[in-house]
């Protein structure tokens, strides 16, 4: 992914910032311009939220097959998770064998390295989630 | 509505790896399709072309309908290219029943054309996730088998349905595409080597998806008042309908259904004036096994959470309550991402003439729908036929 196109994102890759619907209450991760149920009566109404990184989990798989970029770390666990603020997101679930994790497991975001554009090229961080009370949860910059 | 447009032509390449490139895969469908005009078309009847296609790899990404249609002397007409992910011919075809209800046009051309199998792995690897979401799906790592895991995972959690129903799919759309000479896939498989094979995404293995294919596919569609002077068995189309959705799984209300689909099928049932059990045979969008069993549910068929029984059970064989998937389903003939909605209904066309290889030939099929999806569920058609 391009450098700018990743630091766009920054806020949300690395804080787990989302937003709040000033109109419905709605929450969304990633952050959204516009709430998709309001439309425009939500235009400038949303709120940034720092969302907790708790959350369950409401399906998991194990990639075996990776995409470019993965091969070195496969296989590896992936998660919907939903947050307790009610959004969802798609996450890597680590510092676990894969047989521990279930549906409806807590889990909490960690600060990881994602990926590295090739060999010296920049490096993504972001979130990925492990099982809950493995160690103190991110704290958030917010 | 129903039933003022129909189909009079319809052909295609095999599917599979193969060594033509997309201009000859083109003309093989092309040509297929007007032999397949009983009383003969001047190709220069032909006034406008929707091509399908994603263009894979990058090879042709501008300009593609006009060099496909130029190839096949097809000079001089308006042709464009319609993209929409996995579901692209689907929606060239729908774009096409558009323009002859308009009134505009008697006689088009819907086609679709890919060609996959000659990128090197890591780039055929990237484009084949080009249609998911790129910055917080595939950032996080995910695969289309990774996408269908998770719902198949989640599907086996709420509804009990069982990983043998999911190899089963794999078992019947083999079978059948061993009697389709145009399948990717030639030879049945054994339920056992579907659980046995390597693992994608668990719990779905290398056989609970659809290969890599090549292939093209077209159609000759007129206004229907016009279709008997080109044939005295015409397929008419009864409704076409789509649905997007949120481009995320994790986005999505339910992810044990989808919503594109359910929400298309409805429309298409009203428009068409039917029910879901008025139809007799449906090509549904098998790109990982866990799609037709949900499919099996979102359209109808039965009831949410039924679709691992009955395909257990072998109602979605050739004499069960539907037949799904005759040809092979993009799980066994094959899956050229632009060429598979315009091939689904090739094989509607076969099934309603009585015109498929006997083993597969659903008797007596009167009613046809194909369902098409774009990605983990994004993007969604439904078209329903009849002789």
């Keep these: ?142 | 509505m129903a039933g003022e447009v129909a189909i009079v032509g319809a052909g295609q390449s095999r599917f599979g790896v193969l060594k033509e490139g997309i201009k000859s895969l083109f003309a093989q469908a092309f040509f297929e399709c007007l032999d397949s005009v009983d009383k003969g078309m001047d190709p220069r009847q032909v006034q406008e072309a929707f091509v399908g296609s994603m263009s894979f790899g990058g090879g042709q990404l501008g300009n593609l309908a006009a060099l496909m249609t130029e190839q096949v002397g097809l000079t001089h007409i308006p042709a464009r290219k319609v993209e929409n992910a996995c579901a692209s011919s689907s929606y060239a075809l729908r774009d096409a029943w558009f323009a002859l209800h308009s009134g505009m046009l008697d006689v088009v051309l819907v086609a679709g054309v890919e060609k996959m199998t000659d990128l090197p792995s890591d780039r055929r690897r990237y484009w084949l996730g080009v249609s998911g979401d790129t910055e917080w799906e595939r950032l996080a790592g995910t695969t289309f088998a990774g996408l269908y895991a998770l719902m198949a995972s989640r599907h086996m959690h709420e509804y009990g349905t069982k990983r043998e129903s999911l190899a089963q799919v794999a078992v019947k759309n083999h079978r059948y595409a061993s009697h389709n000479p145009k399948a990717h896939f030639q030879r049945p498989i054994k339920l056992e080597q579907v659980l046995e094979a390597p693992m994608l995404a668990q719990p779905l293995t290398l056989y609970d998806s659809c290969p890599v294919s090549d292939g093209a596919s077209a159609l000759l569609l007129t206004r229907a008042e016009l279709a008997k002077s080109f044939t005295d068995s015409p397929v008419y189309i009864q409704a076409s309908s789509g649905a997007s959705d949120f481009l995320a799984l994790h986005d999505r209300e339910d992810i044990t259904r989808v919503d594109g689909t359910v929400k298309a099928a409805k429309e298409a049932y009203r428009q068409a004036h039917l029910s879901p059990g008025e139809v007799d045979m449906a090509e549904i969008h098998d790109a990982f096994t866990i799609g037709e069993i949900m499919a099996l549910e979102d359209l109808g068929f039965c009831s949410k959470g039924q679709g691992g029984v009955w395909t257990l059970e072998g109602r979605t064989e050739i004499g069960g309550d539907i037949a799904v998937n005759t040809s092979g389903g993009l799980k066994a003939k094959g899956h050229p991402l632009g060429a598979t909605g315009a091939g689904q209904v090739v094989e509607v066309f076969k099934q309603l003439r009585s015109e498929a290889e006997k083993a597969r030939q659903v008797s007596g099929a009167e009613v046809a729908l194909t369902h098409n999806v774009g990605g983990s569920g994004a993007t969604v058609a439904v078209h329903i036929f009849s002789r």
């Design chain 1, 1 to 142: 992914m391009a450098i700018p196109r990743f630091w766009r994102e920054i806020d949300s890759r690395y804080n787990l910032v989302g937003t709040r619907c000033g109109n419905c209450g709605d929450i969304d991760f990633p952050p959204r311009s516009v709430c998709p149920k309001c439309g425009r009566k939500s235009l400038g109404k949303m709120e940034r939220l720092q969302l907790s990184g708790h959350g369950t989990v409401v399906s998991y798989t194990v990639v075996h097959d990776a995409p470019s970029g993965f091969e070195a770390i496969r296989p590896y666990s992936l998660a919907i998770i939903e947050l307790e603020e009610g959004a969802r997101l798609t996450s890597q679930v680590i510092d676990c064998d894969p047989a521990e994790i279930g549906i409806g497991m807590p889990v909490e975001a960690v600060f990881r390295k994602l990926g590295e554009e090739g060999e010296s090229g920049i490096i993504h961080y972001g979130y990925k989630f492990r099982p809950s009370g493995k160690a103190p949860p991110m704290e958030g910059q917010d």
